[in-house]
């Protein structure tokens, strides 16, 4: 299995600050890796999807970049409504696995 | 809009099954460009994904719980379930339907989730 290692595994942040959350696998995965924002008791929302797509509706202040083993999620600008938790997904083979999220607190 | 909605027993004694449907609306399951799967999330933890499945009934399953899983398609229903057989308390979880683009590789959207708790 590919396993895929975030981090850090918590950050703490003002508005306005600029937050960057690696991920990194312990394979290549091409470009096929995505990123989701989870809030609390609510599922799971895309944002990036092969490396560096945005999904539509997305804020531009998210962004993806990397390929091969290191990835990176940037929100430029956070906003009061980005206090969540973040997690990378590979898809680049079978099992799909999820990275063990970052949770992005208010400082 | 594309909704999916999560329904099954939120209770299941500890070795027997779980069964839970994801009825899709706003689309049809049959769309030939995306899978349909499910993945879990124990309270607290991280998320796990279960399997996926086409509308053809090919169905690719985590290696972890392939001995007790089973997924399926119903296109008269548009709907899709799960079935996971001998649960233990490590089977409580949030379970999660989701879409699955298999050429890009990611999951959007999400139902709501359903906790499905394993009791002794």
């Known amino acids: 299995d590919i396993q895929v290692t975030q ?32 809030k609390p008791g609510k599922a799971p929302k895309l944002l990036i999807h092969v490396a560096s797509n945005l999904q539509s509706g997305v804020p531009s202040r998210f962004s993806g970049s990397g390929s091969g083993t290191d990835f990176t999620l940037t929100i430029s600008s ?6 969540a938790t973040y997690y990378c997904q590979q898809a680049n083979s079978f099992p799909l696995t999820f990275g063990g999220g970052t949770k992005v607190e208010i400082k | 809009q594309l909704q999916l909605q999560e329904s099954g027993p939120g209770l299941v004694k500890s070795s027997e099954t779980l069964s839970l449907t994801c009825t899709v609306s706003g689309g049809s399951i049959s769309d030939s460009s995306y899978h349909w799967g499910w993945i879990r999330q124990p309270p607290g933890k991280d998320l796990e994904w279960i399997g996926n499945i086409y509308f053809t009934g090919h169905a690719d399953y985590n290696p972890s719980l392939k001995s007790r899983i089973a997924v399926s398609v119903d296109m008269s229903q548009n709907q899709f379930s799960l079935k996971l057989t001998s649960v233990t308390a490590a089977d409580t979880a949030v379970y999660y ?24």
Do not use: K, N
């Not at chain 1, 918590?10 to 990194?24: F, K, P």
């Not at chain 1, 956070?78 to 206090?83: A, I, R, V």
């Open chain 1, 78 to 83: 956070l906003q009061p409504e980005d206090f």
């Open chain 1, 7 to 38: 981090s850090p595994s918590s950050v703490s942040a003002s508005v306005g600050d600029r937050v960057t959350i690696t991920c990194r696998a312990s394979q290549g995965l091409s470009s096929y890796l995505a990123w989701y924002q989870q």
């Open chain 2, 97 to 120: 339907c989701v879409r699955y683009s298999r050429s890009s590789g990611w999951f959007e959207p999400w139902g709501q989730g359903t906790l499905v708790t394993v009791s002794s």
